[in-house]
């Protein structure tokens, strides 16, 4: 295989993006144009993003779903953390392929039927549908994710890390605060990250949980929609789309860095052997 | 003070009645399942001492150091140290510590947090936990690594700051599971030794695990052979080679020749031992062979002489074979010599002058002499 890239190569690897970006594209540059019809370019201006930060309706959602993302996504990684433990070290207990099953089944349960079924446990146990039942339906249905990430780190774990610990005097769950979560620390963050997006953009299971004065930033944009696409709408996307990809590119380069530096480490030690 | 070596010299409470074991098995029995680890094992190990479970391995050696750390209990049995039953300790409260195969440094510490850890555990005062640690990486000679972490140290020094975290404790035991086996074989032979010099000057009771019986021979006071986890033999590296008390011993540690046979006659003037196809094997007298029983007759190759011509010495016994195979090792030249089908004898020659007038070669006729106290008699 030799580097350069065919003709062929060039071409998938065009519309490939095209597909995947051209639309967000759009949606970024009608967000800087100066008419009022979404589809008709008649120059560029910022006055949306003026706007936007005037339209109080707007600014509440975004604050609502920002807060039901960190609460939730915050509590979604200590229990997935937890369920990710128990699961991979317990390797004994009673019904743990059951128990792994169920954990891992609202991965790929239908969000519809997710939403659906935890209304009717709010509505059955009488809680009153708002900002709480929002966040415990994101905490249950992000808690999977967070304890699939967390335990494919567990499995690589080197278990006689906590056996050292220990045998130098370290308790169980001192063990646990002082060596194994700094160890898994990278994938229990990249748990919260996620939770915390899935949290974010979450529609479905919002408009069946949420109730007066909790309309998620996700709700509103759709309710919004339908009422017609305003270059508005696309100026709260244009920040969505920002924060995120600023987010993931940093994420990315340090991590791409702290590898580098440590490749670069290991080849240094390794010359001290002679 | 008396030197080290007139310490080691003298060093054998195993043979003193009066000295009480330090660590004691007792009917110690590890099952996982269906599998058993280790079976009704009984073992004593003495204060100071250097002690190595040898074996291949799935023979429980490493259980056995597992169960003394506290990380497996005993399915039967007990474990004492120092007259102490450890049964339902749990690891972070015995007076052991344990030096990891893998190393087990945390990676995410520096070197000085690694080695400071168990102090920090023990609640010990922040300048003494400093001071100590500078002591061990004095110890382990690593003072300009202190601030460096895991992935930045080399095998060797990765090496060395286990063993310093792992004695940073003072424990009263330390145990060390493959404690080289990451190590190349040159940096191996090296750090053999100053584990052992480590030991006596701090005197204490070290256990190592290793399948390497080179390793377990340079170092260790005493060695336990394991198999199927049980105890085959438990004494010095010299007995162990010598005078091996069964054949799985015998093949197990180094090389060794092995001729069956039956007892012909046992007495005061020795022991003749008949391998059939008219070979009679003159060897020392034993006491637990009875005339009629089968027997083996081990021999170790460089015990053995090699010549073109039949030794003139009428006690020694004298087979005539065929050069098969030479390995010319440089300090020591193997020949295997081929006295029938099914019997290849291996014998070791020094090569102590630099020429020989008349080396032998392949498919030369050739005469293996030995006398008969260069073997045992095993009769397991």
């Keep these: ?274 | 003070m008396k030197s080290l070596g007139s310490i080691r010299r003298s060093f054998a409470p195993w043979d003193d009645p009066a000295a009480t074991p330090y660590i004691r098995f007792e009917n110690v029995t590890k099952r996982f399942g269906d599998f058993v680890a280790v079976n009704d094992l009984s073992l004593d190990i003495y204060e100071r001492e250097f002690f190595a479970l040898l074996g291949a391995s799935g023979c429980g050696k490493t259980t056995l150091l597992r169960m003394l750390a506290g990380f497996e209990e005993p399915s039967a049995g007990r474990i004492l140290l120092d007259g102490q039953d450890l049964s339902g300790i749990p690891p972070y409260r015995r007076p052991v510590n344990m030096m990891f195969q893998s190393y087990a440094l945390f990676p995410h510490m520096s070197v000085e947090a690694n080695i400071g850890f168990g102090l920090k555990q023990d609640g010990m005062p922040r300048a003494e936990i400093a001071a100590r640690v500078a002591e061990m990486l004095k110890l382990v000679k690593l003072e300009q690594f202190a601030k460096r972490k895991p992935h930045q140290l080399s095998g060797g020094q990765r090496q060395r700051v286990a063993l310093a975290r792992s004695l940073a404790k003072r424990p009263k035991v330390l145990l060390l599971d493959e404690p080289l086996g990451a190590l190349d074989k040159k940096l191996r032979e090296e750090t053999q030794f100053e584990l052992v010099d480590l030991q006596q000057e701090l005197g204490l009771t070290f256990i190592v695990v290793t399948h390497d019986q080179e390793e377990a021979m340079t170092m260790a006071d005493r060695i336990a052979i394991l198999d199927k986890g049980e105890v085959m033999q438990v004494a010095t590296p010299a007995e162990v080679y010598e005078a091996p008390a069964s054949r799985f011993v015998a093949e197990f540690v180094g090389s060794v020749n092995i001729f069956d046979g039956t007892v012909r006659e046992n007495g005061a003037e020795g022991m003749r031992i008949d391998c059939g196809e008219g070979r009679v094997i003159e060897a020392e007298n034993s006491g637990s062979a009875d005339i009629g029983d089968q027997v083996a007759f081990a021999i170790r190759p460089e015990k053995l002489q090699v010549s073109s011509q039949k030794p003139d010495n009428a006690r020694a016994n004298a087979l005539e074979g065929e050069i098969y195979d030479i390995a010319y090792l440089g300090d020591m030249t193997i020949y295997h010599v081929k006295i029938s089908d099914g019997l290849v004898i291996k014998s070791a020659m020094l090569n102590s002058s630099r020429l020989v007038d008349d080396p032998l070669t392949w498919e030369d006729r050739a005469w293996v002499s030995f006398a008969p106290d260069a073997g045992v008699v095993l009769t397991g």
């Design chain 1, 1 to 274: 295989m030799n580097g350069s890239l065919s003709r062929f190569n060039i071409v998938s690897l065009v519309l490939g993006f095209a597909f995947l970006y051209l639309p967000i594209l759009l949606l970024v540059i009608y967000s800087f144009n100066e008419s009022q019809l979404v589809t008709v370019w008649s120059g560029f201006s910022t006055k949306w993003y003026s706007e936007l930060f005037s339209n109080q309706g707007l600014l509440d959602a975004a604050w609502v779903t920002f807060r039901v993302a960190l609460i939730s996504a915050t509590f979604a990684t200590v229990l997935g953390t937890l369920a990710a433990i128990t699961l991979t070290r317990h390797l004994r207990f009673r019904g743990r392929v059951l128990f792994t099953g169920m954990v891992f089944a609202p991965l790929v349960m239908p969000e519809v039927i997710t939403g659906l079924s935890l209304l009717l446990l709010f509505v059955a146990v009488g809680l009153d549908r708002g900002f709480l039942t929002v966040t415990l339906a994101h905490i249950t249905f992000s808690m999977c994710f967070v304890a699939v990430v967390v335990q494919s780190r567990l499995l690589t774990f080197d278990r006689s890390l906590e056996e050292a610990a220990m045998d130098l005097g370290a308790t169980p769950v001192s063990t646990f605060f002082q060596v194994t979560l700094p160890v898994i620390l990278p994938a229990v963050i990249s748990g919260w990250m996620l939770a915390f997006t899935l949290s974010l953009d979450d529609l479905v299971i919002a408009s069946f949980t949420s109730g007066p004065g909790a309309t998620t930033l996700p709700m509103k944009i759709y309710s919004q929609v339908r009422l017609g696409v305003t270059p508005e709408i696309n100026a709260v996307c244009t920040i969505l789309i920002a924060f995120v990809t600023t987010g993931v590119i940093a994420a990315s380069l340090l991590n791409k860095q702290r590898e580098v530096q440590r490749a670069r480490d290991e080849q240094a030690a390794r010359r001290d052997d002679v």
